[in-house]
């Protein structure tokens, strides 16, 4: 017999709305935040060439969270609390 798992998060949100989305990224800084999957950092390069190339992004800052299996530490939210908008990636 199977047995069928549903893989969406089903906790109750605390009501918080998303941020609202940059009307463009030309000129912004964004934050590349690598959660520590294989080949994360390969993909996260590409990201910033095409980010910088296409869409005039001023400027790129680079984290890394110690493991994917948790949310990311608040010492590193602070940190990234002066940029535009913050792009969370994985790669496998």
Known sequence: MSTLV????????DGQSPAPRLDSLE??????LDISKPR???????????????????????EVKSTYTKPAPGA???????VDGVIEALAD
């Open 6 to 13: 549903n893989p969406l998060d089903e906790r109750s949100s």
């Open 27 to 32: 000129g912004k800084t964004l934050a590349l």
């Open 40 to 62: 994360g950092k390969e993909f996260l390069d590409r990201l910033e060439q095409i980010l910088k190339e296409r869409y005039g992004v001023a400027e790129v800052v680079r």
């Open 76 to 82: 590193l939210i602070e940190r990234l609390g002066f």
